[in-house]
């Protein structure tokens, strides 16, 4: 469950601008898993606002960690986005 203006990275591709690791924030929570995020560029200008189901957000911290933990075990990011 992720709370308005959580910084979150998308898991999977969700538009042809929005891929995976994409950055974006929580704008907005709504009944259930679903969300309003706003994703940006590495400018930080807006790609697309998207309402996104939460099993495909992951907070940016825990994305960090998880990325680093696979760079000390020898995993690369494309092995990471295959699971």
């Known amino acids: 469950m992720f709370n308005e203006y959580d910084v979150v990275i998308a898991k999977v591709d969700l538009s042809e ?9 929580v704008l907005m929570c709504f009944d259930g898993d679903d969300y309003e995020v706003e994703f940006v560029d590495s400018q930080k200008d807006t790609l ?12 940016q911290s825990e994305f960090e960690s998880c ?4 760079y000390l075990q020898g995993h690369s990011l494309k092995s990471l986005h295959n699971n």
């Open 67 to 70: 990325l680093q933990g696979r």
């Open 17 to 25: 601008k929005v891929r995976f690791g994409c950055l974006g924030a």
């Open 48 to 59: 697309e606002v998207l309402t996104v189901s939460g099993s495909n957000l992951v907070l």
